[in-house]
């Protein structure tokens, strides 16, 4: 039982952490900075919690360990979960969840490639020779070292990427 309430408070920690982050965009967005700093602080709160959760569980190991994990959370976007969710959008005719599906769908793929990648290196002891990630800040399309002149999956400009 334990197990289960721990589980269930991460999700919920994890939903608010990310829930708060988008709050924060739309108040800095509508001029209000200051109550955006308090949900951005708020989730990083919330983001804590999870953490604290997620470890009680077990379920942070090496980084190999960790990216296998991350590959079989993005295969099972890519061959199960978007597909299905983005088809079901397509018949019902909503969409924006059409779009968002296509976008995540589009997204995962490449990330679970990378991962790949990461524990092939890192399995071998070897980081990765990257210098920048660029993310699309429309539909999360994720590009290593150079962002692409316009995004292939919705179109936005190289200017608009988010880099790390």
Excluded: W
């Amino acid at each position: 039982m334990t197990r289960k309430f721990l589980e269930d408070a991460f999700a919920g920690e994890s939903q608010a952490h990310m829930r708060y982050m988008i709050f924060a965009d739309v108040a800095e967005n509508e001029g209000y900075p200051k109550i955006a700093k308090l949900f951005r602080a708020i989730a990083f709160a919330e983001l804590v919690h999870a953490r604290n959760h997620y470890r009680a569980l077990g379920n942070v190991g090496s980084t190999v360990d960790n990216l296998q994990k991350a590959i079989e959370g993005e295969s099972y976007e890519v061959e199960e979960m978007y597909p299905v969710f983005n088809n079901a959008a397509k018949f019902q005719g909503e969409s924006e969840a059409e779009k968002s599906t296509y976008y995540a769908l589009s997204a995962e793929k490449i990330h679970e490639e990378l991962y790949r990648k990461a524990k092939e290196l890192a399995s071998q002891e070897k980081d990765m020779e990257l210098e920048k990630v660029f993310i699309c800040p429309v539909c999360g399309f994720t590009a290593v070292d150079e962002a692409p002149e316009f995004c292939p999956v919705c179109g936005t400009k190289r200017e608009m990427f988010v880099e790390f």
